[in-house]
């Protein structure tokens, strides 16, 4: 068979993504993103045939070429990526160091287990001559450890999102390795060179636990990068091009690999399949097997040819210019670049935090100072130091590293501590009256700008005036934003039924917009976040409030809808001593714009003594008339040191009278509706407050006296 028919039957390379993975049978992805690829550029199919056709024919010409020994003949740059969201993907540098090792091992002929091999094939087991280093040198200039962390939910990689790979350092200069926690497709994957991918993805991509042979992998998959390097340097799986593994003989066009189905177990006596005068090399490392051992002398001679050709610029990467430039060869001067992670970023009074140095500096001989401004201790020169700040406030903590010649650098990082204790006590209610921002509310957002919340001397609920809102439409930069407002702490240390609530006003600016609003709580001084249960989302709030306009949005008082949570939904925080409360709004990423959001009223309560205070109210209360003309006087409790509110409302929820104060009665107060009101027939209610906080709601008739 023709290699382009035996190209075009299929298209390239692995096992179908739909195959049955187990513990010692790792397939790769390659399929399934050659053939996406191709689907959507299949001229670059015939231009991968005549790369290949190409190989096969210069092979051919240096058939009789002695094989390499035991010589280095290149040396690969490497960066590893780790992706991850602080989990167990974050791999540990002792563990990509043991991928380096296994790597150069299987590439240099010095893993122990060759004397394994049949004897059919134990006199050609190829010394490929590659050597694999972790980069020193950053494309910046920058000194580096050749490891890179970047915190993403990319971490759940998606292999058919080609525009993902974002993180990726020239590939003509590094071998490129991002580490994930999955990958939607197989555990791992690569493209061939000469495919024509765009060079930001022509790296390879490969699942933590699949990273060396310590740590969170084994030594059962550790060779998943020797595979996936060798489709890296262009070999194709050593059944072919045309099937997945045990389905129909294929060749992949290397003489000294026979033909074969492929295997995914280690039939070593029963591997005489595609002709049974041939032996087929079972333990390849091309193959499916949890067996693999070896490449052939063919195999090493195929990766050096895409060298050779310099299909993906594979030439200048292991160019001696470019190993001086990556720093794994030669004397060269790199930028020190210091930088330490935080165990946690906010912390509680008494906790203490982590402060680990990663650092690179290209010199062995490097010093640190650490300045904790504030902590205890305040100083350190190791390099990890366990620090706590007796008090609450904003810290910075500074670390300057000398580098030597490569000069020195300094990094400053700012660690929150919170007092959690002597937090407000039920029952408390934040109104924004008047369009106040209180004390206490702080507000925060992503990325930092024109858009954030902010206090509102406009329309509120239940007909008030004042509330905090995002002004998202005035602004067409508000895509992907993150803005968020805290409460105060809060103490519900003995509170068995916590309810909260509030009001909230939405719309919608596109019918298709997702923007998303949440309501978290935190338990620790904001180190973890939880969701609140029983949140409606913002389909449902643009359903209920606004609508959908791309006119700004300002709530009329019948617009406003209240959430209250009972016990059902608040047991998390229940006799909890020290709770936060964050409103999160995040703006779709995919849209252009957002339009307003407006909250007002937060109450967070304790049912039981609302109650036990509803029931005292209710009988100290009253209204005379009742039913009345529509003018009443209205009797409440006198409370010394605090302010009540007399408001009447109708059926709606809608303010229509606020009565007057008009005189103190021994231990009561005396209010009386405003005659001028002329309050329509029908039922209202009497609403108190007291501080702030709604104490009880009444029931007042109004009628027509002329009738």
């Not at 045990?246 to 595609?274: A, L, Q, R």
């Not at 610029?313 to 020190?336: A, F, P, Q």
């Amino acid at each position: 068979m023709s290699i382009k028919k035996c190209i075009i039957s299929t298209i390239l390379l692995c096992l179908m993504s739909g195959y049955i993975l187990h513990a010692q049978h790792q397939p790769c992805g390659q399929d399934h993103v050659t053939r996406q690829w191709f689907m959507k550029k299949p001229e670059m199919q015939k231009m991968y045939e005549r790369h290949v056709d190409v190989i096969r024919k210069n092979l051919s010409e240096k058939k009789n070429d002695s094989p390499l020994r035991n010589e280095i003949k290149y040396t690969i740059p490497v960066v590893f990526h780790i992706l991850h969201q602080g989990g167990t993907e974050n791999i540990s540098e002792e563990q990509i160091k043991d991928q380096m090792r296994i790597l150069n091992r299987d590439y240099q002929k010095l893993n122990a287990d060759t004397a394994l091999v049949v004897s059919a094939f134990k006199n050609n087991i190829a010394h490929v001559g590659f050597a694999f280093e972790l980069a020193k040198i950053d494309p910046e200039g920058n000194c580096t450890n050749g490891i890179v962390r970047h915190y993403t939910s990319k971490t759940i990689w998606d292999a058919d999102k080609i525009e993902d790979f974002i993180y990726s350092w020239p590939t003509n200069q590094y071998l490129n390795i991002y580490v994930v926690k999955s990958i939607n497709i197989a555990p791992a994957y690569t493209f061939l060179p000469g495919v024509g991918i765009p060079d930001f993805a022509d790296v390879i991509v490969c699942q933590s636990n699949l990273i060396g042979s310590i740590g969170t992998a084994g030594v059962a998959n550790s060779r998943a990068l020797t595979h996936e390097v060798g489709h890296w340097f262009g070999l194709p799986h050593i059944w072919g091009v045309s099937n997945a593994p045990g389905v129909t003989c294929g060749d992949d066009f290397v003489p000294d690999t026979p033909i074969t189905k492929g295997f995914i177990s280690c039939s070593i006596n029963n591997s005489k399949i595609c002709d049974p005068n041939i032996e087929e090399n079972v333990q390849n490392y091309m193959d499916y097997t949890p067996c693999k051992l070896m490449f052939t002398n063919g195999q090493a001679a195929y990766m050096i040819e895409t060298i050779t050709l310099g299909l993906n610029d594979r030439d200048y990467l292991v160019s001696e210019e470019n190993n001086v430039n990556t720093g794994i060869k030669g004397n060269s001067i790199c930028n020190t670049i210091a930088a330490f992670t935080l165990s946690k970023s906010n912390i509680c009074i008494g906790d203490s935090l982590k402060l680990t140095n990663f650092s690179t500096t290209g010199n062995d001989n490097s010093s640190l100072l650490w300045t904790m401004y504030g902590g205890i201790p305040e100083s350190s020169t190791d390099s990890v130091v366990t620090v706590r700040f007796p008090e609450p406030g904003e810290y910075s903590v500074e670390l300057i590293v000398n580098g030597g010649i490569n000069g020195n650098d300094t990094l400053i990082r700012f660690v929150t501590v919170e007092d959690g204790n002597n937090g407000k006590r039920p029952n408390f209610e934040f109104t924004f009256a008047n369009g106040i921002l209180p004390n206490d509310i702080n507000v925060t957002g992503t990325p930092a700008d024109e858009i954030g919340w902010i206090s509102l001397d406009g329309p509120g609920a239940e007909n008030t005036k004042g509330c905090i809102f995002l002004n998202n439409i005035s602004s067409e930069l508000t895509s992907g934003h993150k803005d968020y407002f805290e409460t105060p702490y809060f103490d519900l240390s003995n509170v068995e039924k916590p309810r909260f609530s509030y009001y909230y006003a939405y719309a919608k600016k596109f019918d298709n917009q997702n923007d998303s609003f949440k309501v978290e709580y935190t338990l620790d001084c904001g180190q973890t976040w939880k969701n609140m249960n029983g949140i409606p989302g913002t389909n449902s709030m643009s359903v209920n409030t606004g609508g959908v306009t791309s006119e700004i949005f300002i709530p009329q008082a019948e617009q406003w809808k209240k959430v209250s949570l009972a016990s059902v939904f608040t047991t998390p925080i229940k006799n909890k001593p020290s709770v936060k409360f964050r409103f999160l709004f995040k703006s779709d990423p995919a849209v252009q714009g957002s339009n307003n959001i407006y909250i007002d009223e937060i109450n967070i309560l304790d049912e039981t003594a609302t109650k036990a205070e509803e029931v005292q109210w209710t009988d100290a209360i009253n209204l005379y008339p009742n039913p009345s003309g529509g003018e009443v006087e209205i009797r409440i409790p006198y409370t010394s040191g605090k302010t009540a509110e007399v408001f009447i409302v109708n059926l709606t929820g809608m303010i229509v009278d606020k009565p007057r104060f008009i005189r103190q009665e021994n231990e009561y107060v005396m209010y009386k509706t405003d005659s001028e009101s002329r309050l329509s027939s029908g039922i209202y209610f009497v609403k108190i407050h007291v501080d702030g906080y709604p104490i009880i709601t009444k029931k007042m008739l109004v009628i027509d006296e002329k009738k």
